[in-house]
Nanobody
């Protein structure tokens, strides 16, 4: 059973940065990872996604140019570097995984993912 554990959340001032980590265990083969978030009173939305090979990525328009997703397959971790944070980025952040045949597949659609972590809270406040 694939398991995901997020870390790196916290409280940061506007304009600040955080790096989230998603540690994966209990699987073999190709796994695509997506980061999702759910803010107060909002629906969960896709933020960034990365293919198992790491060369294909996608981002929500709201985070393009500010967030970067990357992965370290040797250590089974995926990261979300978040810069220029603002109040609208306040949310619970989740990583999700899907086993794939293709090393290129990735998606921001949450229904495409099979496994989910418990989430890590990010709060942007002055």
């Amino acid at each position: 059973q694939l398991q995901l554990v997020e870390s790196g959340g916290g409280s940061v001032q506007p304009g600040g940065s955080l790096r989230l980590s998603c540690a994966a265990s209990g699987y073999t083969g190709n796994v695509a990872i997506g980061w999702f978030r759910q803010g107060p009173g909002k629906e969960r939305e896709g933020v960034a996604a990365i293919s198992s090979g790491g060369y294909h990525q996608s981002y929500a328009d709201s985070v393009k140019g500010r967030f970067t997703i990357s992965r370290d397959n040797a250590n089974n971790e995926v990261y979300l570097q978040m810069n220029s944070l603002n109040a609208d980025d306040t949310a619970m952040y989740y990583c999700a995984a899907r086993s794939t045949i293709s090393s290129r597949w990735q998606s921001l659609q949450q229904t495409a993912y099979e496994y989910w972590g418990q989430g890590t809270q990010v709060t942007v406040t002055s």
